[in-house]
């Protein structure tokens, strides 16, 4: 669990985390680099939690690399599956991290909508939904470790 006493809004306590893997923490089906080992190290204060609707059909490498299971989306619908996923979660528990356009339920759905640019491309529909834009994956993650960045960005 992460707590965050952020001035001008009420205190956000996150136990979970739902990411988006294709164009998020991957690219073209392959894992980025650092994102095991970061993950691994948000394992012990977060339950992390992936999505994906398995573009490139190389999830099961992903999952075997990270040490996960991801939940695969039926085709059709993503926005809305990955929205009552987070509301299945609880709302005001999560914090969500994504950038495509299936991505923007979950992002408006949870306490806390990261959404990231990626060379796959950000889509408007996630910006919109999104409390905090970050250049990239791994800064997003840098959050969870120094959440202090997250109480300087979102302080009103």
Same mark, same amino acid.
Request: aromatic fraction near 0%; hydrophobic fraction near 45%; proline fraction near 2%.
């Given at each position: 669990m992460i707590e965050l006493n952020i001035p001008g809004r009420d205190v956000l306590t996150i136990d979970h985390l739902?990411?988006?893997?294709?164009g998020t923490?991957?690219?073209?089906?392959? /894992? =980025?680099?650092?994102?095991a080992n970061r993950?691994?190290?948000?394992? *012990?204060? $977060?339950?992390?939690? /992936? =999505?994906?609707?398995?573009?490139?059909?190389?999830?099961?490498?992903? *999952?075997? $690399?990270l040490n996960m299971h991801a939940v695969r989306l039926r085709p059709g619908n993503e926005v809305?599956?990955?929205a009552a996923y987070v509301r299945q979660l609880g709302t005001g528990c999560v914090a969500a991290i994504g950038q495509g356009a299936n991505?923007?339920?979950?992002l408006k759905n949870a306490a806390l909508g990261i959404c990231v640019m990626s060379v796959e491309g950000l889509a408007i529909e996630a910006l919109n939904a999104s409390d905090l834009l970050m250049p990239d994956?791994?800064?997003a993650l840098d959050l969870f470790e120094?959440?202090?960045?997250?109480i300087a960005s979102l302080r009103k």
């Open positions: 739902v990411m988006d893997v294709n923490l991957a690219v073209d089906g392959i /894992l =980025l680099d650092d994102i993950i691994g190290r948000l394992r *012990d204060r $977060l339950t992390v939690h /992936l =999505l994906t609707a398995d573009t490139h059909g190389k999830q099961a490498t992903i *999952d075997l $690399l809305e599956q990955k991505d923007a339920g979950m994956i791994l800064s120094k959440p202090l960045r997250l």
